[in-house]
């Protein structure tokens, strides 16, 4: 029997310019698996069919390792969700110190138990990520989102994060130009500078990985609380 998702990955790694043993493919699959799995008692995703879980989930998060050195580096998700692109970059980079952040317990007592049992690295916070940078403030290499929010508030959410000299990357689609424009007060802001954008195609749709540098320190007043960063964006 054909091992759909597995082919799928393999054939779009190319694409990424990335190498990656069989087994670190196989274990990336096991894991989209599970959640597919799990997905019957829990809302984590609208995708469930093999090859576009391969797509648009592992290839997806693995855009980011194809965009930004991570090798020895912390990296923290934040608004993980289901654990992308979280997850699949702890299993492709296993030495990326991987943090996942999201508010959902559900979800992330879920990860909580499905990482250990596959034998994933990754540590798991269940907070708010405005309040959680209260401990974890420019502790961080990377900062890595693919949440649907505007980029300019998950800007606010993910820079107060990262160290100065390290990077804010963001996984956007086809509005990704768009997106930046509206985002320059707060790239300004929050101490960032546009590095690159970085295009990729593997399902016949676009997906930008928005690569920011922390040039400077974030205010301490950022990130505000979520209420007033929707109220009045930067």
């Not at 894991?31 to 995703?45: D, P, S, W």
């Not at 401990?135 to 820079?159: C, F, H, K, P, W």
């Not at 590095?195 to 990985?209: I, N, P, T």
Request: charged share 25%; glycine share 6%.
């Amino acid at each position: 029997m054909n091992d759909v998702m597995l082919e799928t990955l393999s054939a779009g790694l190319p694409m990424l310019a990335l190498e990656l043993e069989l087994s670190v493919q196989e274990k990336l699959c096991a894991f989209g698996r599970a959640m597919v799995k799990q997905n019957e008692v829990m809302n984590l995703t609208g995708i469930t069919e093999d090859a576009p879980v391969a797509k648009l989930h592992l290839l997806d998060s693995l855009t980011v390792a194809a965009s930004v050195d991570l090798r020895g580096k912390t990296l923290i998700d934040v608004g993980c969700g289901a654990g992308f692109p979280g997850v699949p970059l702890a299993i492709a980079c296993p030495d990326t110190k991987v943090t996942l952040l999201d508010s959902l317990g559900k979800r992330m007592k879920w990860l909580e138990e499905v990482l250990p049992a596959l034998n994933i690295s990754a540590e798991c916070i269940t907070a708010r990520a405005e309040e959680a940078v209260a401990t974890r403030r420019e502790r961080y290499d990377v900062a890595t989102s693919r949440a649907v929010a505007q980029l300019n508030i998950l800007l606010e959410l993910t820079a107060p994060y990262v160290k100065v000299g390290g990077a804010v990357v963001a996984l956007k689609g086809a509005a990704a130009e768009e997106e930046l424009a509206g985002a320059k007060n707060a790239i300004k802001k929050l101490g960032l500078q546009l590095e690159q954008v970085k295009e990729f195609s593997f399902d016949g749709a676009r997906h930008c990985v928005i690569v920011l540098r922390k040039i400077a320190p974030t205010p301490g007043v950022y990130p505000r609380r979520f209420a007033k960063i929707k109220q009045s964006p930067l």
